[in-house]
């Protein structure tokens, strides 16, 4: 199935749809009406019709959707169906939380290496067996092992120089944590994870909730 | 000044505009143009003088933005005029990463304790000198202290239940980092922050740019 341009609300709402179907996988369902979805999710049925609509015909009137081919098919239109090798940036706590995440490898993110300035770093382990190495070894890290995604959990003072070096060595995509927007030719993909952010939306409405 | 109802689509891009004018301010800037904020911020002038028209005359024509002032009110709006207690639930790396965060200090939001199941944890500090509890002993801290967010950085099975009883403790507020959605009632705030997803919405757009 060739992926198609999908409209960007329908494809921030994908993940979560691609998480809900793992959970009825995992509880061994099989079908699942737009109905029930509905009701775990809290979006209308429409809107569930009208979003998995998108991908052609999974959905059969009064039978439901199959549930691990749908979760498949989210998953292929996820690129989940890839192995992605991934480097982090950053062996602080930041770092470190993400390079223990399993549900990650489970989705084919692999993490191959963690960089960091620190010396006595450099040539251990994280807790999950990833090797730490130190940060002059990037780019020859880089032009030796190929590396898909790059994770930047650093200071933003440090993220911009050294995103323009990955870019330089060839990396074409970044889960970007630090609190600056990257300078990225075109063809880079950033994915930004801004928590500064987040956590200013929730006090807005904090304020707005006590109106 | 009133915080009026504003847009879900410019409160998202309210603390984007905090950022840039902190970053003025840190450089002694007193007034920016619409034009320069669009090339900093890469949106459009108009749209630029479109969202910042929701908060009265700040611009005057060929005169530009009093920074501070629009950075000041920018912070009322988003509630950064006020002290917002908050707990971290789980001291593992993100809990860590989290309370080690300076930048939310300095915008009010302090950090009054954490909380993990691990006993050696239990009375000991954090590296920025956050107090570490055992979560037996939540609900009465919570009763004793005011506290206004609570940030959940624990896996999703135990999330649950411990916002269930925050909620029943009187918390109002949740800075989500479970990979789950909390079932909270209408008058509590709840801000995601989901990883998994936003992996994979950065691994739909690499696919997308092969095409």
Redo the contacts between chains.
Sequence with gaps: ME?K?ISRAV??R???Y??YLGELMENKAERVSSGELSEM??ITASQIRQDLNHFGGFGQQGYGYNVEYLYNEIGK????N?V?RMIIIGA???G???A??G??ER?G?RVVGMFDQREELAGTLSPTGVPIYHMDTLEDFVAGHPV??AVLAIPKAAAVEVARKLVACGV??F?NFA?T?LDVPP?V?V?N?????????????????K?
Excluded: C, K, T
Aim: aromatic residues 10%.
């Design positions: 992926p341009v494809v921030e994908l993940p979560r691609y998480r999710m809290h239109i996820l690129g989940l890839q992605h602080g706590h930041l470190q939380a993400i223990n995440y549900n990650f989705r993110f898909s995604i074409r995509a889960w609190h927007d063809d993909v994915e994870v801004h928590l500064s952010e987040s956590l200013m939306r929730l006090s807005y409405n904090m304020n707005m909730n109106e």
